[in-house]
Each structure stands twice: as C-alpha cells, then as structure tokens.
DNA sequence: TGAAGTATACTCAATAGTGAATTTACATGA
DNA sequence: TCATGTAAATTCACTATTGAGTATACTTCA
C-alpha cells in the first residue's frame, strides 16, 4: 500500500491528536494511539521515530490547521471591534459547550509540559499562540482601531482565562463574564484610542 | 517513633506538593515523593492509601495555606479597589518571576485531570478557586465597591489567564498587560457601579 | 525484484502497590 | 524506677503490570 503512506500519517496524526487534547501527554500510550488508528505499535513506529516527535509533529500540523480556522474566521466577519470580539467569545461558548471538551489542547500540553523549557512541543505551542494573538490584532487592525496589538492582547488575556476557568469549574458562567468584560474593554479602548480614520 | 507520625505525613505532604506542582501528577513517581521526603515508599503507603489519595490530601492541605495566605495578604492591605488590584497583579508578577516557576500547583492538576470529571483532586481544587474567587470578592466589597462578585470575576479571568500566557510564553509581560487591563475594568466598574457609601 | 507498509511477538525499564519482618517510643505493672 | 508488652512507624525486598521502543518476517504494489 506504498500509495497509502500519506494517508496514514493523517489518519495516525488525527487520531494522536484526539488522544492527546483529551487526556494530555502522558496518560496517552501509543499502543492508544494505534488502535484509535486502527494499525499497530511498529507502523506507528515506521512514520514516527518517537512519542515525542509524533506530538511536536501532531503539534505543528494542527497549528496550520487552526490558523486556517481562525483566518476564515475572520473573513467571515466585517464589523466593527465589538462586533469582532463579541463573535469570539460566541465561538467560545460554543466550542467549549461541547460534550467532553478538554480545553485548548496546546494549553493543555504547554502546562503538562510546563517544567521541560526546551521540548519542541513547547516551542511549538509558544509559537502557535503567539501567531494568533497576531492575528487576532490583525483583525482588530481591519476594524480600524488604534493600537489594535494591544486590545488584542487584553482581550486575549481573559480568553485564556475562559478557558483555564471553565475546566475548573465546568461553569460556562465564566464565558459571559469574559466577554462582558472584554466588551468593556473594547469600548473605553475605543474612545481612548479611538477607531483610526485611516487603519495603519 | 509513634509521635512523629503527623510530622512525617507534614513532611510527606509537602514532599508531594513541590513536585506535584512542578512536575504535574504523572511524571511524578511514588518513589521520588518518598526519596524527596526521605523515607521509603513503604512508609509513604502507611500514610496514604494510593497516589490519588495523597493528591488529593496535598491539595486539601495547600488549599488552607493558600486561603490563609490571600487573607493575610487583605489584610495587609486597606485601600481602594484599585489599589487592591494592583497589589494583587504586583505579587503576581514576583511570584511568577521566581526561578523554576510553573504556574499555579491547582490549575496545572485539574487540566493534567481535564478528562476524569470525578477525580476528587478536581472537586477539591474547584472549591478552592471558588473560595480564592469569593475571598477577592470580600476584599473589593470591603473597599466599598458595589456589587464586588461581578468585579472579581473579570479581574480574576485576567489574572488566569496572565498565568496561563506567562506559561506559554515565559513573558512577564502578560502580567503587565493583564494589570492594565483590570485597571481599566476597575475604574470603569466604579464609574457605573459607584462606590457605595454604605458597603454592603 | 525491491522498497514501502504492516503485523506478530518480543525486550527492558519503570512504576503502583504489597508481604513480612524490624525498630522505636510510650504505657503499664512490679 | 525500670523491665517489658504493644502498636505505630519504618524498612527491605518483592510482584504484577504497563508502556516505549525493536527484531524480524510477511505483504503488496510498481
């Protein structure tokens, strides 16, 4: 099946990152992986060299995946900021409104991770954020607002917070709270910056 | 050695909590908690029953720390609720600061737990997030502040989420942001909810 | 035929938990 | 006051299991 090969490493890379988003790094065993794939240990071990390579790679591929998301995302969207940031803590609610949802599986795995600095998936997952705090401001750009970085890390800041908070809890309460809050933020952000004539 | 044995299980438990907190649950063995206590882990298991166990009786046992903590920490304080919030993202920001920091012992082990709903260490740490979030609340209300609960989710979903991001990134500057941040809210939180002569 | 893909059946180390014996500190009786 | 019984505290050496990774052989398609 010398044809397949791309397809399996689909097949096996979805199947990882299930396994991990849900149960993290170490309660996920390749033996897991593999039957969620429907192979076995030694073909995972034929596209993967380790259990830590298969997580940076599972990492990275879902990073251009979300980047994807979160760009048509945007272009689906032309409003103004508030409208922009209402929409994402929208998508917030209902993504984490999902039956046995487990939070973002790059928190997840940053902060299983967070004592071994230099593993690749924390590089990873850094530079995956980092991207889409970018373009997050980007969109916020769109909308003409000044300093667009800025809200765009505040607002951020109380997503992440959603998050942490509602695995806590299972209190989809925090949601609204952060969005009422982020809304606000947007509002006096606009008047002390206000909405750019001409967006830079 | 019969009268040592609450001062063995302190030890124990103390042991567990820094690597626990470091390491999160898994990588964390029953053998390094007993050699980092310094006795075997026979002894380990007169004390607790499983590794579960003793998580969840090392969370119990920080969890009255950290109340007694943040109630010294108000007490130390008797300002507005700005300054309140400002002390609050101040030790933060030290705290974050310190050498092989990994972010929050609590919120580390419910997401390494994100997918066991009934694992007792998740109950207890839930209730210590709702009691750390009502303390605050208590704070703000002291300082006059109207409706305080409301206030101290928002800056509380900041302060999650700076700790979170801090993680990620190793950027202190979340901190600073998240602080800004619940400044603002702050200020517009007593424009419109007022500080009330009368605390409630 | 040959290389990519897959399977069976293994190795070896690590780890949660245990069985049984040993030591220690205190309470009690002489 | 001091021997001594006793239960708590502790240790050493073990089991059973799990899980990452591998040796080798078989299969399929070009």
Chains 1, 2 share one sequence.
């Not at 979300?66 to 209902?94: C, H, K, N, P, Y």
């Not at 908070?165 to 910056?193: C, F, P, W």
Request: one cysteine or more; glycine letters at 8%.
């Amino acid at each position: 099946m010398r044809r397949s090969a791309e397809q399996t490493r689909g097949r096996i890379l979805e199947a990882a990152y299930k396994l991990f988003r849900r149960q993290g790094y170490n309660r996920v065993t390749m033996d897991n992986i593999a039957e969620a794939a429907k192979l076995t240990k030694r073909t995972l071990y034929h596209h993967f060299n380790s259990k830590d390579q298969l997580l940076a790679d599972v990492l990275e591929s879902q990073h251009h995946l979300a980047v994807q998301a979160f760009r048509s995302f945007g272009d689906g969207l032309s409003g103004s900021a508030e409208t922009i940031v209402q929409a994402m803590f929208q998508d917030l609610a209902v993504w984490a409104d999902r039956p046995r949802w487990a939070g973002s599986g790059f928190t997840r795995l940053v902060i299983e991770l967070a004592d071994l600095p230099g593993h690749p998936a924390r590089l990873i997952a850094r530079r995956h954020k980092a991207k889409l705090e970018k373009c997050f401001g980007e969109l916020l750009a769109q909308s003409g607002v000044g300093r667009p970085n800025k809200l765009a890390r505040a607002v951020w800041l109380l997503s992440e917070g959603a998050v942490s908070l509602i695995l806590v809890h299972g209190d989809r309460g925090y949601s609204a709270a952060a969005s009422e809050a982020a809304i606000t933020l947007v509002r006096h952000h606009l008047k002390n910056n206000g909405p750019e004539l001409l967006p830079v």
